[in-house]
């Protein structure tokens, strides 16, 4: 059974340290990612929402090893540890993992046309033989919405819908199986949203793609996943299929945060739970239930104890003490 | 003038012309915004209707750039009234912050200048054309009449200064004649205070990063509502900000401008953002108002191609579709605007009219405006007939007007309840 699963995620950890001091001695740490428990099936796509600094994108660069430690946990991909993989092995799973960034300006080298961007790394992995490889890059460049001829220009001669095609192009040209999709639209018009998110669906059905959709926008996440994890503060507090996360939101912050999306009805002003405060620092995280200081039903023992993940239905986990019997 | 080419390519001697050209019509423009001493009877006007805070009429403002004329807003009409708040949306690039900075004379000079129309502001006992104001006098109306809040708030705090420093800066300029230093930093806490910064006394003396993001948004607004403005200019206000503090400011601009009995002029690329906070909507398309009315009429009634494309783009949570709508094409180049409606080459609606000149507005009730050749009294049926609209727009009509006909009858239903 386990081999449905493409990325198997169990208690994943990721500490920062905090330097500090005339010795630039470690004085604390940011704990970004705190015990993240997921599975992932193929050809399924989680969503993972949550407010800014609550270590989305974080938890995405670990599971792709783009850190030389991860400071606990596992992550299996096709049912082997990542960090066990030696420098060999880790090169072959590079084309095998990908990840689009949130910013289509800074992520392009201004200094290299956009063909030599997207095939870079093709020849360099020795993907296809030299005389495929014009017709190759052609395609994926077909696939994404690109012009063979645009192949010469550079980065600033597109537009943000254009360069965030070009990311995508860059990515699938390695013929992935997994792709982190860190905030791929969110710097982007609605109208060129769409077009990135139609894409990036129909990339999927063609070529049976996984992916991680990290976004703060809830509505992308809902059209676009089949799978929703919530994260606050480091830690993945609700988990579970889209219909059960959206249709029957458990965890105190899934309300909370569901109710603050502003919808496209003007009689439906107010009607939410606006949560007080910001998020604490992860720096410091609040003892018991990270949430308890924001949290309406807070009772004595959050502030103690932490809870821990529980299934309250077939598939669809929650941590909060609510759920405890 | 010789004739574009289509790609924008530019001979040198075009590109010399355009150049000579250009400084000729900046220098005029900028002897006539420099001079002294002007007569206020100059710049003094009439509101159209003494309800309004701002009316914009016609405005034009343009840059003149190396490469051409970019016709950033091209005659845009609408007004703000008193107490009210106006949506103001549209897709990157076609002119809302400029019409905005316009009302501020903050466009950037010299290329950039308003060239025709007016802009009318009300001082209640009297009212300015904006337009003519010359730069001393705009010194005491920004701020004290009409103020702004940016997207990025760090950008428009200074890192080096303390926030009390910044907020006391603020309140001394506008408001601070006859004050004690001890008076105004009173001032200053009392304006934190009222944006819900808890720790006032402690922030007063915070460096602008020790704030996150939400807290450094409520010292901009602070800082802006300190001198009780007629008008509030929110670019992006909570763009950059996360689902749930957007809902704290959003809540916060609502109660403050209530208090202080002032006008919103917000800028936003999010409809759901516009639904909750506005009363009237303006939908821009490259330069030009395309549709208006209020929330009620371009959320339920949306008539323009563009409004209707806009709304069926956006995936909503809980309305589950295959595919989401995305408007073909883009928007054409600034410099080299078509001489029909600007947005032909990417209607999916068109009837034989669109051939001709750029559109009229055509009223479609006292409130409700659209500029389209479909609304014409002879193809009136064929624009409300949902055969003819792209799959997903008729979708998205259907729900808007289901979830019109629930409120209605819940609005109906809890009516009921309160006669018994
Ligand atoms: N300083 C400038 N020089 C030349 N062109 C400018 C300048 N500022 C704005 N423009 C042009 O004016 C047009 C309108 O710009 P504006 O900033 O108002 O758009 P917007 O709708 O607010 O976009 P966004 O949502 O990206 O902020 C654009 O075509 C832009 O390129
Ligand atoms: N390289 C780093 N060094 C120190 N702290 C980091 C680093 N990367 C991320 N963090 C911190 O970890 C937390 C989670 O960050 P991140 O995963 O980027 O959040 P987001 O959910 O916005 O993507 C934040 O507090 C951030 O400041
Ligand atoms: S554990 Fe307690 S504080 Fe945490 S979310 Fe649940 S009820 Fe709230
Ligand atoms: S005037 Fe014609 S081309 Fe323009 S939006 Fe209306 S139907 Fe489309
Ligand atoms: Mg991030
Ligand atoms: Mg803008």
């Known amino acids: 059974?386990?081999?449905?699963?493409?990325?198997?995620?169990?208690?994943?950890?990721?500490?920062?340290?905090?330097?500090?001091?005339?010795?630039?001695?470690?004085?604390?740490?940011?704990?970004?990612?705190?015990?993240?428990?997921?599975?992932?099936?193929?050809?399924?796509?989680?969503?993972?929402?949550?407010?800014?600094?609550?270590?989305?994108?974080?938890?995405?660069?670990?599971?792709?090893?783009?850190?030389?430690?991860?400071?606990?946990?596992?992550?299996?991909?096709?049912?082997?540890?990542?960090?066990?993989?030696?420098?060999?092995?880790?090169?072959?799973?590079?084309?095998?993992?990908?990840?689009?960034f949130q910013d289509p300006f800074s992520s392009l080298s201004p200094r290299l046309p956009v063909g030599e961007i997207i095939g870079e790394a093709v020849r360099e992995h020795g993907l296809v033989t030299k005389a495929e490889y014009d017709d190759y890059v052609d395609k994926v460049m077909d696939d994404c919405g690109l012009q063979s001829f645009q192949k010469e220009r550079y980065p600033h001669e597109f537009s943000g819908g254009q360069r965030q095609r070009i990311c995508i192009a860059r990515a699938l040209a390695l013929n992935p199986k997994f792709v982190v999709c860190d905030e791929p639209v969110s710097a982007l018009d609605v109208s060129i949203q769409a077009q990135i998110i139609n894409l990036l669906k129909e990339l999927q059905e063609k070529r049976g793609l996984t992916y991680l959709f990290i976004s703060h926008d809830l509505s992308v996440v809902e059209h676009i996943s089949d799978m929703v994890g919530v994260m606050?503060?480091?830690?993945?507090?609700?988990?579970?299929?889209?219909?059960?996360?959206?249709?029957?939101?458990?965890?105190?912050?899934?309300?909370?945060?569901?109710?603050?999306?502003?919808?496209?009805?003007?009689?439906?002003?107010?009607?939410?739970?606006?949560?007080?405060?910001?998020?604490?620092?992860?720096?410091?995280p609040p003892s018991g239930c990270k949430f308890h200081t924001r949290c309406k039903n807070c009772m004595k023992r959050c502030m103690e104890e932490a809870p821990v993940q529980k299934e309250i239905a077939p598939g669809h986990y929650v941590v909060c003490h609510l759920y405890d019997n | 003038m010789a004739k574009k080419r289509e790609d924008g390519y530019l001979s040198g001697r075009e590109a010399r012309r355009i150049q000579k050209e250009n400084r000729r019509i900046i220098n005029e423009f900028e002897k006539k915004r420099k001079r002294k001493n002007v007569p206020e009877s100059e710049y003094l006007t009439t509101m159209h209707d003494p309800n309004n805070a701002v009316e914009f009429d016609d405005l034009h403002t343009f840059f003149f750039t190396d490469?051409?004329?970019?016709?950033?807003?091209?005659?845009?009409?609408?007004?703000?009234?008193?107490?009210?708040t106006v949506g103001v949306v549209g897709e990157s690039g076609c002119g809302k912050s400029v019409t905005s900075l316009s009302l501020m004379q903050l466009v950037?000079?010299?290329?950039?200048?308003?060239?025709?129309?007016?802009?009318?502001?009300?001082?209640?006992?009297?009212?300015?054309?904006?337009?003519?104001?010359?730069?001393?006098?705009?010194?005491?109306?920004?701020?004290?009449?009409?103020?702004?809040?940016f997207q990025e708030p760090m950008t428009s705090l200074n890192p080096v200064f303390r926030i009390g420093d910044q907020v006391d800066e603020v309140i001394a300029l506008h408001d601070g004649e006859g004050k004690t230093k001890e008076e105004i930093k009173k001032r200053t806490i009392e304006a934190l205070e009222m944006v819900g910064i808890a720790n006032s006394e402690g922030v007063y003396r915070m460096f602008p990063h020790e704030l996150s993001g939400g807290m450094r948004q409520r010292v901009m607004i602070a800082m802006s509502l300190a001198c009780s403005p007629r008008v509030i200019i929110a670019d992006e206000p909570t763009?950059?900000?996360?689902?749930?503090?957007?809902?704290?400011?959003?809540?916060?601009?609502?109660?403050?401008?209530?208090?202080?009995?002032?006008?919103?002029?917000?800028?936003?690329?999010?409809l759901g953002v516009i639904a909750e906070m506005a009363d009237y909507v303006v939908v821009m398309y490259a330069g030009r108002v395309v549709e208006q009315g209020t929330a009620e009429d371009i959320f339920y009634h949306p008539a323009h191609p563009y409004?209707?494309?806009?709304?069926?783009?956006?995936?909503?949570?809980?309305?589950?579709?295959?595919q989401l709508y995305s408007i073909p094409g883009k928007v054409p180049n600034p410099v080299n605007m078509p001489d029909y409606c600007y947005f032909r080459d990417r209607c999916e609606m068109c009837v034989k009219e669109c051939e001709g000149a750029y559109p009229g507005m055509i009223s479609l009730s006292d409130t409700h405006k659209v500029s389209c050749y479909r609304f014409l009294d002879e193809h009136r049926a064929?624009?409300?007939?949902?055969?003819?609209?792209?799959?997903?727009?008729?979708?998205?009509?259907?729900?808007?007007?289901?979830?019109?006909?629930?409120?209605?009858a819940h609005a109906a239903g809890s009516d009921a309840e309160r006669e018994v």
């Open chain 2, 239 to 270: 763009t950059a900000l996360d689902v749930t503090i957007q809902a704290q400011i959003l809540d916060l601009l609502r109660n403050l401008k209530d208090r202080i009995n002032s006008s919103i002029m917000l800028i936003t690329h999010d």
């Open chain 2, 307 to 322: 409004t209707m494309g806009l709304m069926a783009s956006k995936p909503v949570v809980g309305k589950h579709v295959e």
């Open chain 2, 382 to 408: 064929e624009a409300e007939d949902p055969d003819r609209m792209p799959e997903a727009v008729r979708e998205m009509m259907d729900a808007m007007k289901k979830l019109h006909a629930d409120n209605a």
């Open chain 2, 108 to 149: 950037q000079r010299p290329q950039g200048q308003i060239v025709s129309g007016q802009i009318r502001l009300n001082l209640g006992d009297k009212a300015y054309e904006i337009s003519k104001v010359p730069q001393e006098k705009m010194q005491s109306i920004r701020g004290n009449v009409v103020s702004m809040i």
């Open chain 2, 67 to 84: 490469s051409g004329t970019v016709h950033s807003v091209d005659g845009v009409t609408f007004s703000v009234p008193i107490g009210k």
């Open chain 1, 1 to 100: 059974m386990a081999d449905d699963y493409i990325l198997q995620v169990k208690d994943l950890k990721k500490y920062f340290p905090i330097k500090g001091g005339m010795l630039s001695r470690v004085v604390g740490q940011v704990k970004a990612v705190d015990g993240v428990t997921f599975n992932l099936k193929r050809g399924q796509t989680m969503g993972l929402v949550g407010e800014s600094g609550c270590g989305k994108t974080t938890t995405g660069r670990v599971i792709l090893r783009l850190y030389k430690e991860k400071t606990g946990g596992d992550v299996l991909f096709e049912g082997k540890e990542v960090y066990d993989l030696n420098a060999k092995q880790m090169r072959d799973m590079r084309t095998q993992m990908q990840i689009i």
């Open chain 1, 232 to 284: 606050y503060l480091g830690n993945l507090v609700e988990y579970g299929r889209k219909e059960d996360i959206f249709d029957h939101p458990a965890h105190p912050y899934t309300k909370a945060l569901f109710s603050a999306i502003p919808v496209p009805d003007p009689s439906s002003k107010m009607k939410r739970i606006v949560l007080e405060g910001s998020i604490p620092s992860p720096a410091n």
